[in-house]
């Protein structure tokens, strides 16, 4: 049971991935495990608007990210552990990154 669960949040952080990227979100390395980071690459000021993001994505809070910064970067992460996280949870966190990108972004 531990082998497919796994291998299920593995195919569900791919997937967050594969949408993130086509929104225009710039991805960290391929993870080992089932938590990713990403950034939106903001023309300007992007460690801020990213924070902006983050804080709009908190205040939203339909599914919780947190943030970290790697080599200097400010980054938004997504950790996919939870055995009761499926498709529907990564669709609607990636529906809310969307939303809350347009109100970064207007």
């Known amino acids: 049971p531990f082998v497919s669960c796994l291998e299920e949040k593995l195919l569900l952080v ?3 991935r594969y949408k993130l990227s086509g929104l225009g979100f710039c991805l960290g390395p391929v993870p080992d495990l089932s938590v990713s980071y990403f950034w ?13 993001l983050m804080n709009e994505i908190h205040r939203d809070g339909s599914v ?5 910064v790697i080599n200097g970067k400010f980054v938004i992460r997504i950790a996919i552990l939870a055995f009761r996280t499926k498709k529907e949870t990564v669709d609607e ?7 809350c990108l347009k109100t970064v972004l207007q």
């Open 14 to 16: 791919t997937y967050f």
């Open 40 to 52: 939106y690459p903001f023309e300007s000021d992007t460690d801020e608007k990213n924070r902006q």
């Open 64 to 68: 919780f990210l947190s943030s970290s």
């Open 93 to 99: 966190a990636t529906e809310m990154i969307e939303r």
